[in-house]
């Protein structure tokens, strides 16, 4: 929805500048129908409809996400680390925790679960609070950024000082 606003506002500035007709820029794919004075954008390339036997494309079923990504998301430089909680340092906890992290199509973290405990919550909790301030180079499909799915570890490790 962004892109189409930024691409229209884009066109907008380029009409001023160049003279090109925005209602006929081959970008929009649309043409102004001529001879009414009530001006209508019309699809300048057929619409597939049920009549014609043209089945549309089925709608993306978001309780089975795509996950074919050509580029994955990878995370930037710098990012906050977990803190480990000084009571489960005293406590002797340890382990990995497993987050699977929802990014928008810029990379943002948007939502954080917790998709394996390591059956500590005080590390759980710590692991989720990081993550969400992270960022991400976003996924791509092709040259489209777009949103994404992954599962972060979170590794836990009390190291002796020595």
């Known amino acids: 929805m962004h892109r189409c606003w930024l691409l229209l506002m884009v066109l907008a500035i380029t009409q001023s500048l160049s003279g090109v007709d925005l209602l006929t820029h081959p970008a929009l794919g649309m043409s102004v ?23 549309l494309p089925p ?10 990504y050509d580029v994955l998301p ?24 497993i987050l699977h992290v929802f ?7 948007i939502d ?8 500590y919550k005080r590390l759980d909790e710590a692991a989720l609070a990081a993550v969400k301030q992270w960022h991400y180079s976003p ?5 489209f950024a777009t949103p994404s799915e992954i599962l972060v570890p979170i590794r836990f490790i009390i190291r002796e000082q020595g």
């Open 112 to 119: 954080v679960k917790v998709h394996k405990s390591c059956g």
């Open 74 to 97: 990878q995370k930037k430089p710098n990012q906050v680390e977990p803190v480990y909680p000084k009571a489960s340092i005293d406590a002797n906890e340890q382990g990995r925790v």
């Open 33 to 55: 129908q001529q001879g009414n004075s009530k001006q209508r954008p019309v699809a300048s390339r057929p619409i597939p409809s049920m009549k014609d036997g043209n089945e």
């Open 139 to 143: 996924a791509r499909r092709g040259s």
């Open 103 to 109: 990014l928008d199509s810029f990379g943002d973290v």
């Open 59 to 68: 709608l993306p079923d978001p309780e089975k996400p795509d996950y074919n």
